[in-house]
């Protein structure tokens, strides 16, 4: 991933401290092999570009003073969630996340569950944690579930493990609703949640729920793209992975030249967006850049 000088010295400003805030929160499960095994898949690190999502569309519609890190370790708490169950046997049967042992390999299947458990169901202790309104937090609480589960997150991971390995690929209206709920419903939350923290006008409400359609879909893109072509080193995960697995993907479907086409036709389409935003976006561009 690119990153220009701007947004990184924006995320040196947020996501370090975000990194210790939700460390020390997980650190106060009552249960200390419960805490190690949340805090060990949440240091591992990553882009952390939900939580980044959040501070960068909160901050460009005029939000500096309202503190946000309940708001961006909640999605960041469901992200990891996610990973620790992806990984699972049951799930992809992943070894490594991040460049180290996935969460059942370092600890126990079992815990790892329970961890994946306690980082969801935390996230929501946190929103409602945050010193915000009454009705801003109950607003970011519909959000975050909304975008994690039966209608986003989750329904996107049941439709990837129906069609796995299946004799009929996906089209490519198939794989876009299904990355769609997959990937970009997370994403998504993210910049509704910076954006009600905002209070932004319905115009530019509209314009960021485009621009995150687009940046999701062109997240995946890229990740199916680097997973046919990086190592397993340069990935911090086994590489190959989707097509060993049977998985439908950009590659598997359009081919190497056609998900780059797909990657830069979403990208041009996020910018486009931005640039209906009431207000210039900077930090937003930034992101999208790096998937370029």
Do not use: C, W
């Not at 607003?139 to 975050?144: I, V, W």
């Amino acid at each position: 991933m690119n990153q220009s000088k701007r947004i990184k010295a924006f995320a040196d400003e947020h996501i370090p401290a975000l990194t210790r805030f939700m460390l020390d929160y997980a650190q106060q499960a009552h249960q200390p092999r419960l805490a190690a095994a949340m805090q060990y898949s949440l240091a591992a690190g990553g882009k952390r570009v939900r939580p980044l999502l959040v501070y960068a569309v909160a901050t460009t519609m005029g939000v500096t003073a309202t503190p946000l890190d309940h708001v961006a370790a909640a999605i960041e708490y469901v992200h990891t969630y996610s990973l620790i169950h992806d990984d699972l046997p049951a799930m992809d049967d992943a070894q490594l996340r991040r460049g180290q042992p996935a969460n059942h390999i370092q600890f126990d299947e079992a815990t790892a569950i329970l961890a994946g458990d306690a980082l969801l169901t935390d996230a929501f202790a946190l929103v409602a944690g945050a010193s915000l309104p009454a009705a801003v937090r109950s607003a970011l609480t519909a959000q975050l579930a909304v975008g994690a589960g039966s209608r986003g997150m989750v329904a996107g991971q049941m439709m990837d493990i129906a069609a796995t390995g299946s004799s009929t690929p996906l089209t490519r209206g198939e794989l876009v609703r299904m990355h769609a709920h997959k990937t970009g419903a997370l994403l998504l939350a993210a910049v509704r949640m910076g954006a009600t923290v905002a209070t932004v006008s319905d115009g530019d409400t509209e314009a960021l729920d485009d621009f995150a359609t687009a940046f999701g879909l062109a997240f995946q893109i890229r990740d199916d793209i680097n997973d046919a072509t990086k190592s397993s080193a340069e990935l911090g995960k086994t590489a190959g992975q989707d097509a060993a697995a049977g998985k439908n993907t950009y590659v598997s479907l359009l081919g190497l030249a056609g998900a780059q086409a797909a990657l830069t036709e979403q990208l041009q389409a996020a910018r486009r967006a931005l640039d209906r935003l009431s207000v210039p976006a900077p930090l937003l561009i930034d992101i999208v850049a790096m998937l370029g």
